[in-house]
């Protein structure tokens, strides 16, 4: 039993319980939207940097001594190599 005139704790009103949630939940959604923008830029870098990395962001255009296509081109070195296709 509690002294006489002792205090009460404090109790927090419907009105203060409410915004709590209300901002709890504003910071649930926004770090929802921060983890996916995260998530699409990394994606983006992920499609930027594969292709460089693999050697297959420039293609090379150059005179050929034939009018077929070619299937592969295998190259040992900046000036030599192979090239396969149709007779």
């Not at 006489?4 to 709890?24: F, I, W």
């Not at 921060?34 to 460089?52: A, E, S």
């Not at 081109?73 to 900046?78: K, L």
């Amino acid at each position: 039993m509690p002294k006489k005139g002792a205090s009460r704790p404090a109790t927090m009103t419907t009105r203060n319980k409410n915004s709590l949630v209300e901002k709890r939940y504003r910071l649930h959604m926004l770090k929802n939207v921060v983890k996916k923008t995260g998530l699409l830029l990394f994606l983006i870098l992920l499609c930027i940097i594969f292709p460089i990395a693999n050697g297959k962001a420039m293609s090379l255009n150059w005179a050929s001594p034939t009018t077929r296509d070619l299937s592969s081109v295998f190259m040992v070195s900046g000036s030599d190599g192979w090239a396969v296709g149709s007779v």
